[in-house]
């Protein structure tokens, strides 16, 4: 057997297991994709997706109104008031996207007031009203429409 035809051999095998080695990388990054996408959805303030495949399809719904979620605790009904006050929104959602420790939200407000106002205009207004509460949290997804 020629030196070529052994290298040749080695560099097939050492090309079989890189691809052996993608393919699982690929695998765990799938299921790692999937279960951000899970907790993403389970976790948004928009509920109504409708995804094949993913827990039968239909993760949940939930549609947005100036009604107050009666699942909210103490802390997202303090800063739903707020907004509802300051607002007076078409549609309003507040949620803790922390796993209820409270430092992080996921917040909708739809009002008339930001009619004309560009978006980031409409993002300082609603940070304004919460300045104070916004200091102790981690993070903030905020949607604004008028």
């Known amino acids: 057997m ?15 297991q890189i691809g052996n080695q993608l393919e699982t990388t690929y695998g765990h990054l799938l299921q790692l994709s999937r279960t951000m996408l899970r ?24 549609r947005f109104s100036t009604a107050m979620d009666p699942t909210m ?25 922390s796993g209820g420790c409270g430092s992080m939200f996921a917040i909708l407000v739809e009002s008339e007031q930001f009619k004309g106002i560009p978006m980031i205009k409409q993002h ?14 981690h993070g903030l997804q905020l949607k604004t429409k008028s």
């Open 2 to 16: 020629t030196r070529s035809g052994t290298n040749s051999r080695a560099g097939t095998e050492n090309w079989r």
């Open 39 to 62: 907790t993403f959805i389970s976790n948004s303030v928009i509920r109504s997706l409708s995804i094949p495949g993913l827990q039968g399809g239909v993760v949940g719904t939930q």
């Open 73 to 97: 605790d103490d802390y997202e009904k303090k800063v739903y008031n707020m907004l509802k006050e300051s607002f007076q929104p078409k549609n309003l959602e507040v949620k803790d996207v």
């Open 124 to 137: 300082r207004l609603v940070n304004e009203v919460l300045k104070d509460e916004i200091k102790q949290w």
